[in-house]
Antibody, heavy 119, light 111 residues
Framework: QLQLQESGPGLVKPSETLSLACNVS??????????WGWIRQPPGKGLEWVGS???????QYNPSLRSRATISIDTSQKRFSLKMTTVSAADTAVYYC???????????WGQGIMVTVSS | QSVLTQPPSVSGAPGQRVTISCTGS?????????VHWYQQLPGAAPKVLIY???NRPSGVPDRFSGSKSGTSASLAITGLQAEDEADYYC???????????FGTGTKVTVL
């Protein structure tokens, strides 16, 4: 079963850059059948899509975050990453990475990582 | 701001049937993009309940079912149980945003 695991710092200072990585358990990261995404959830709020990437490197971003978010992928390391610049308290959230089937087969999610933006 | 609208809460007694609606538009559900449903227990990651509008992953009880019509989708829970108390989210793709969209979320309470 495909598994994903987020990693990165749990505390980031305001105005700095948030950097997270997602390790994927198998070669599905190179497959045309999947795309990979970051989703976040502020405390007590709903789910918000941050952006997605395909194994080719093609990306899509939430328009509200496009100017600050960058998603990259390293298929040789079975990993994709999120960088978000100039963070503020509004970026405090649990960040999930997930793999989405392009053939209607559902999705697989990591357990999530809590990131707090505070000085 | 979520593109897909859900009722904030629904409730029912054990054994009853409840439904959760997910209302979208012609750029997402109405454009025939798949709808997926997630259950989120407190402190846990979302779990796939229904994928591609009507399919259940193995291990999900058949008390959960999904449907889609026009620009809306629904999740039904029959034989409601205490363990079904959770937040539920729908999700689809939006062609105007060129990305994933999530519902506003619905809290299910078992009375």
């Amino acid at each position: 079963q495909l598994q994903l695991q987020e990693s990165g710092p749990g505390l980031v200072k305001p105005s700095e850059t948030l950097s997270l990585a997602c390790n994927v358990s198998d070669a599905s990261i190179k497959s045309d059948n999947y795309f990979w995404g970051w989703i976040r959830q502020p405390p007590g709020k709903g789910l918000e899509w941050v952006g997605s990437i395909f194994h080719t490197g093609t990306t899509q971003y939430n328009p509200s975050l496009r100017s600050r978010a960058t998603i990259s992928i390293d298929t040789s390391q079975k990993r994709f990453s999120l960088k978000m610049t100039t963070v503020s308290a509004a970026d405090t959230a649990v960040y999930y990475c997930a793999g989405f089937s392009r053939s209607g087969g559902g999705s697989h999610w990591g357990q999530g990582i809590m990131v707090t933006v505070s000085s | 701001q979520s593109v897909l609208t859900q009722p904030p809460s629904v409730s029912g007694a054990p054994g009853q049937r409840v439904t959760i609606s997910c209302t979208g538009s012609d750029s997402n559900i109405g454009a025939a993009y798949d709808v997926h449903w997630y259950q989120q227990l407190p402190g846990a990651a979302p779990k796939v309940l229904i994928y591609a509008s009507v399919n259940r992953p193995s291990g999900v009880p058949d008390r959960f079912s999904g449907s889609k019509s026009g620009t809306s989708a629904s999740l039904a829970i029959t034989g409601l149980q205490a363990e079904d108390e959770a937040d539920y989210y729908c999700q689809s793709y939006d062609s105007r945003l060129n990305g994933l969209v999530f519902g506003t979320g619905t809290k299910v309470t078992v009375l």
